[in-house]
């Protein structure tokens, strides 16, 4: 097995709870192989007139429980495996959460710093072309991921009305509030971090108003993960993303380094910290380590020299398996994925809700709802870790998650 394959990765996972989730052996064997995955070739305009083909797809894991639900990844490392993988990671994540979802996940091959506004809209429309007939508010939900917000729905959401002729808001979410986009959804996973923080920190009798914690990735999950700690007292000793980092031993001004980043794109060069590289990042002595960029930020290699208490992970798949074994042996404990970054698909279905009840609700409402889903979510976890002994907190909420789609599919059966 390749440590770094996050496919492999997700079905070792989903191997590893096996023995502790009551599931049918032929539903699991249904479970390992994700349901469709369509792959869609991009030919755009690019601005000087020449036409540049991009690849892109749409993976459907499992449906079950619900129509799929699933964000879209913009990134130059996408391929169909890693895909796949985050569609599996949908499905248990939105089961764990206890909403009527099944999994799914879309990617583009792009590196969008090539690419203007314009080029993007136009990629992000060919690629909604290609996935429609797959996509529709009861059969597949898209949502942003990494280097797609509200805009890219928007246009996507754009797209698919037009060839409906008639406005589709709930096709996906996270869109802009204009157009039937919620309250709270651009902070609702970095949110449910924070939650997900108070809750973890209880659990171990720690003090979060004391710790200090160090996040790798400072976009849409990073950033806000970062205030909101910041917020309870924590001291966010130092960030990176794609440009470089910043550590400052006394905790960084979050605030001034958003600022930093709307006015130069990037964390490096911030003056309230001094620089430091993404490998020092990840091994420094802090009490929390947060990754919130991309898979495998943390490998045996780094699981081995890893000097925080606590991995508290923001990004699907942070963590690879047999480094998830050298933290375990080192009794590192690790607040998996599929619980800690379920906030942007928690609020993502009550925007959908919201959509079609033709209603909106309030900042507080939402915030409510999420705090009350993503809590019953973190005690259930800790539930299954208690009583069925399982040896870490991910296998703990995969057992939980499996047996709630194998429940599914045990009473909807096999067609045909
Ligand atoms: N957006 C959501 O609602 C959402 C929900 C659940 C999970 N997630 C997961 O959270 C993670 C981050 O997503 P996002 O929406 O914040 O994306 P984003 O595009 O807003 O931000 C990604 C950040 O990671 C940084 N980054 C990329 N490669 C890096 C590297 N090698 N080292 C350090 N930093 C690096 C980027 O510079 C950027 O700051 C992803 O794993 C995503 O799947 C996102």
Known sequence: MSETSPLENMLAQMS???????????????????????????????????????????????????????????????????????????????????????????????????????????????YTEGIRRMIGPAMDVPAPDINTGPQEMAWMMDTYSMY??????DVVTGKPLSIGGTAGRVEA?????????????????????????????????????????????????????????????????????????????????????????????????????????????????????????????AANGPTTVAADEVLRERDVPVVPDILTNAGGVIVSYLEWVQNSQQYSWDLEGVNADLERRISTAFEETIEAFAERETPDLRTAAYAVALERVGDAHGVRGLFP
């Open 16 to 126: 590893a709870a096996r023995p502790y989730a009551d599931i049918d052996d032929g539903v699991f064997e249904r479970l390992k192989h994700p349901e469709r995955t369509l792959k869609v070739t991009l030919p755009i305009h690019r601005d000087d007139g020449s036409i540049e083909v991009y690849e892109g797809y749409r993976c459907q894991f499992d449906s079950a429980r619900g129509p799929y639900k699933g964000g879209v990844r913009y990134h130059q490392s996408v391929t169909r495996e890693e895909v796949e993988a985050l569609a599996g990671w949908m499905t248990w994540k939105t089961a764990l959460m206890d909403l009527p979802y099944g999994g799914a996940k879309g990617g583009v091959v792009v590196d969008t710093r090539d690419l203007s506004d314009r080029e993007i809209e136009h990629l992000t429309r060919r």
């Open 189 to 313: 996973t970095g949110r449910g971090v924070a939650i997900t923080a108070d809750h973890a920190f209880e659990y171990f009798e720690r003090d979060l108003t004391e710790a200090t914690i160090a996040i790798q990735g400072f976009g849409n999950v990073g950033s806000v993960t970062a205030r909101l700690l910041d917020e309870r007292g924590a001291d966010i000793v130092a960030v990176s993303d794609i440009t470089g980092g910043v550590y400052n031993a006394d905790g960084l001004d979050t605030g001034a380094l958003e600022a930093h980043l709307e006015s130069t794109g990037g964390v490096a060069g911030f003056e309230g910290g001094r620089s430091i590289d993404n490998d020092d990042l990840l091994r420094l002595d802090v009490d929390v380590l947060c990754p919130a960029a991309l898979e495998n930020a943390i490998t045996v290699d780094v699981a081995e020299e890893l000097r925080a208490d606590l991995v508290l992970e």
């Open 164 to 169: 409906e002729g008639y406005v589709v808001p």
